[in-house]
């Protein structure tokens, strides 16, 4: 999943009107921005396997500790635990602890049986959905387009940059998506990695036009 994550991103501004959507798009992605650095230090691992899967040429060798199901959970405790920390907001806090849940999930139907329930766990699980792109590809779409759906219900530009900003953010994430189906394999694993920590642009682009918009929930409660 690429777009179906930014999607569950975009979607939970609707239950957490006062959460930016930078911080959505971090939880949405916190675990694929602790798998490229996990990957740097050795802690995890990963092959280049082109045609191991259609859409996919990684061979998600080892990465029990950023997604395995056990330290999911953590995971999305310890985001929920510190927004709730920074923020007192016990909403935002759950949505958050949520929607960085939902990574695993939408991982399962897509990965091959590489995920792992916890670590060390000798089985492994996924539905392989990345060997059926016909049904693949409409599936995050479909997650993609109804959370851009659902953040436009929800918020309103304050000015030209809120609505800029979103949409410029909305069809780069989506061009990017669709070059990766084309890309092919990357070159060498630390380039793998150091691309996964391009995320960090579209965290900081999410926050950015996020300011520039405000939630309608709030227009209704004024």
């Known amino acids: 999943m690429f777009v179906g994550h930014f999607g569950v991103a975009l979607a939970a501004k609707k239950l957490a009107p006062n959460a930016s959507l930078g911080t959505a798009i971090f939880s949405a992605e916190f675990l694929d921005l602790l798998w490229p650095a996990f990957l740097l230090l050795g802690i995890e691992h990963v092959r280049i396997a082109p045609g191991i899967m259609r859409m996919s040429p990684l061979d998600f060798t080892d990465y029990p500790f950023s997604h395995s199901l056990l330290m999911v959970l953590l995971w999305s405790a310890l985001v929920g ?7 007192r907001n016990g909403r935002g806090a759950l949505v958050m602890a949520g929607v960085v849940f939902s990574h695993w999930p939408l991982d399962f139907l897509v990965h091959r049986p590489d995920l792992l329930l916890y670590p060390g766990g000798g089985s492994h699980y996924g539905l392989g959905l990345w060997n059926y792109p016909l049904i693949a590809v409409p599936l995050e779409l479909i997650i993609f387009v109804a959370g851009v759906w659902i953040y436009l219900n929800s918020t309103q530009p304050r000015d030209k940059v809120g609505r800029y900003g979103f949409w410029s953010l909305a069809v ?16 060498s694993v630390p380039a793998l990695a150091w691309g996964g920590m391009s995320i960090w642009l579209l965290v900081l682009w999410g926050w950015w036009a996020d300011r520039h918009r405000v939630s309608t929930a709030h227009q209704a409660s004024s």
Do not use: E, K, M, N
């Open 172 to 187: 780069f994430v989506l061009l990017a998506w669709i070059s990766t189906l084309f890309a092919g394999a990357p070159p």
């Open 81 to 87: 635990g510190i927004y709730y920390v920074l923020r």
